[in-house]
Nanobody, 123 residues
């Protein structure tokens, strides 16, 4: 079992930067891929970025490239999402997720989820 706890979400203004954190605990040695997803009101859950836990390879949704950066600190079992040049359309609940075995942007393949952290970008 892996427990994920997100933090860092808050109200910001257009153009601001924000860093989200996801602290993992439990059987973290089982993790293959960590990811960030987001869900805005009335919309489907959307892929943001993933990172391979061992070698740090990353992948991003096209709309996030250049503005968002995913990283990890293995010693702290923590994954980060640095978000720059935030826009009102980035407003959503951001979820951290972990997969034991899959390199995928499909949320269905992730085994563990955090409870989410709210990011609100005002115009």
């Amino acid at each position: 079992q892996v427990t994920l706890i997100e933090s860092g979400g808050r109200l910001v203004q257009t153009g601001d930067s924000l860093r989200l954190s996801c602290a993992a605990s439990g059987r973290t040695f089982n993790m293959n891929t960590m990811g960030w997803f987001r869900q805005a009101p009335g919309k489907e859950r959307e892929f943001v970025a993933i990172i391979a836990w061992i070698n740090g390879i990353t992948s991003y949704a096209d709309s996030m490239k250049g503005r968002f950066t995913i990283s990890r600190d293995n010693a702290k079992s923590t994954v980060y999402l640095q978000m720059d040049s935030l826009k009102p359309e980035d407003t959503a609940v951001y979820y951290c997720a972990a997969s034991r075995s899959t390199w995928s942007s499909n949320p269905d393949y992730f085994d563990y989820w955090g409870q989410g952290t709210q990011v609100t970008v005002s115009s």
